[in-house]
């Protein structure tokens, strides 16, 4: 890449500034301007000329590859967070069509993940250790930019109450028709199947601030490889603009007043085009160094999206706290036979069982990734495939929710018996309200495997610029 012009020095792109800076002499270069006399060498080449060199370094743990466009060293994996990325090889790749340079500093997005995970009272300790935080990495991601069109006549039918008579109700039938012209530029969506669809959809940019690419913004940052093909989101896109469309139609007083209320047009998809757009990007390993929990900020706008696992301890203690100040105010006021504490138990199983059982689903779907259409799409996962992850009914009783059925089962037993001894509804409760606790636990650790994702294991990626 390029070196500065005045001593040879690193030179590194300041978002805070929005200038190229070098770390040796301080000298300060527009991105645009800088090398100048190259890009006019070059000018006539500017159509042949469609790949920027770059060092590629792939990770020995989990297989991921960055790109970097200078010779910033990487030291650890953004995807796994193991401490080192070995070789580097040198490669080349398409240039994007587009890019929106980083406009917030790593300062700034250090400072606004704190000012979120601190939010989080449950949060375990070890996401708020200035160590972790100090490994956000800024990444360029590649994304596909669409622009989708209609510019028909929309025909659509109205249909309006006008009268009753006898039994009947009469209704008049009106033909709309009118003209559209739309255009949508700027919904997009990441081309990397390692980077799920939830954080994206999290952090949104402003495609209204995207510039021409150029890759001198690229300077100290990394890139990733895109490894999901360009229509993969088409069916989501044409439904976003489509749903919108016919609501801003649907608005208008004319079909209103004839009873349209949904009318109907087919966009189609004019465009699509590649941007590399900026985020910072965090893996932090939870104790047993088996599972990661990630934590993106928009290097755009400063928002951030993250996994947000809970602590135990933190968490049984706030319940138990809100559980005291509940029982006195019930004891307080009202009055509990030994057959309603039962009851009482009862329903906290039931609330543990319906909550498990709802984590388990999305668990399973979770871990194998079938909830991210990107990685559906690269690993050729079907729709029947996506069906069977989750977990059978009978599994889920077997395996997971015994100790609230066995629970809820036994107070119902005593509750139809009525035994005339209290030991017996007291001995129930305080079982169930065991189980109650031994069930909530495991909702815990549900929730962190639901927020978290498996250490990614070695392969191969593949995408059009590798």
């Known amino acids: 890449m390029i070196k500065c012009p005045n001593c040879g020095g690193e030179l590194n792109y ?26 006019e060498a070059k000018k006539t080449e500017k159509q042949i000329d469609s790949t920027t060199k770059a060092t590629a370094y792939r990770c020995s743990q989990c297989g991921a590859e960055l790109l970097t466009f200078d010779e910033t060293a990487i030291t650890f994996c953004s995807y796994c967070g193991s401490q080192a990325m070995l070789e580097g090889k040198m490669t080349e790749i398409n240039n994007p069509d587009y890019i929106i340079p980083f406009k917030i500093t790593k300062e700034q997005c250090i ?23 100090e490994k956000f990495r800024g990444i360029y991601m590649p994304y596909c930019v669409y ?24 209704y008049d039938d009106y033909s709309l028709s009118t003209n559209v012209d739309t255009d949508y530029q700027g919904i997009s969506y990441d081309l990397v199947s390692k980077l799920f669809d939830k954080y994206t959809e999290s952090i949104p940019y402003d495609f209204t601030q995207a510039e021409e690419y150029n890759k001198n913004y690229l300077i100290g940052y990394y890139a990733d490889v895109k490894d999901v093909r360009n229509n993969i989101y088409d069916s989501l896109v044409t439904k976003i603009v489509k749903d919108d469309t016919t609501k801003r139609m649907a608005k208008n007083k004319e079909f209103a007043k004839y009873g349209c209320s949904t009318p109907k047009i087919n ?41 947000l696992p809970f602590d135990f301890k933190k968490y049984i203690l706030g319940s138990l706290i809100i559980a ?19 009851i009482f138990s009862i329903i906290f199983l039931i609330i543990s069982y319906f909550i498990s059982s709802s984590q388990l689903d999305k668990i399973s779907l979770v871990e194998k990734h079938y909830d991210d259409m990107g990685y559906n799409a690269v690993n050729n996962i079907s729709k029947a495939e996506q069906k069977k992850a989750k977990i059978p009914f009978k599994e889920k009783i077997k395996k997971y929710l015994y100790k609230q059925v066995f629970g809820i089962i036994m107070g119902i037993i005593v509750i139809c018996f009525k035994p005339v001894n209290d030991a017996y509804y007291y ?19 549900e929730r962190n495997l639901l927020v978290s994702s498996k250490l990614p294991q070695l392969e191969e990626r593949g995408g059009d610029d590798k």
């Open 14 to 39: 300041s978002p805070g500034d929005k200038v190229v800076k070098c770390e040796y002499c301080s000298s300060k270069f527009n991105p645009k301007e800088l090398n100048v006399e190259a890009k």
């Open 111 to 133: 400072e606004a993940y704190k000012k979120k995970i601190n939010k989080a009272v449950f949060a375990p300790r070890y996401m708020k250790d200035d160590i972790v935080v």
């Open 147 to 170: 622009k989708v069109s209609y510019h028909q006549n929309s025909k659509n039918i109205g249909h309006k109450y006008t009268h009753s008579r006898g039994n009947y109700d009469y």
């Open 267 to 307: 966009p189609t998809i004019s465009e699509r085009k590649i941007g590399m757009f900026p985020v910072y990007f965090l893996a932090i390993r939870d104790k047993n160094k088996n599972y990661i929990h990630y934590a993106v900020v928009n290097g755009q706008t400063g928002k951030v999206a993250m996994d």
């Open 324 to 342: 005291a100040i509940i029982f006195m105010i019930i004891n307080h006021g009202l009055i509990l036979l030994p057959i309603g504490i039962v």
């Open 427 to 445: 001995g129930v409760a305080i079982v169930n309200f065991i189980l109650a606790i031994w069930s909530f636990y495991d909702i815990v650790v």
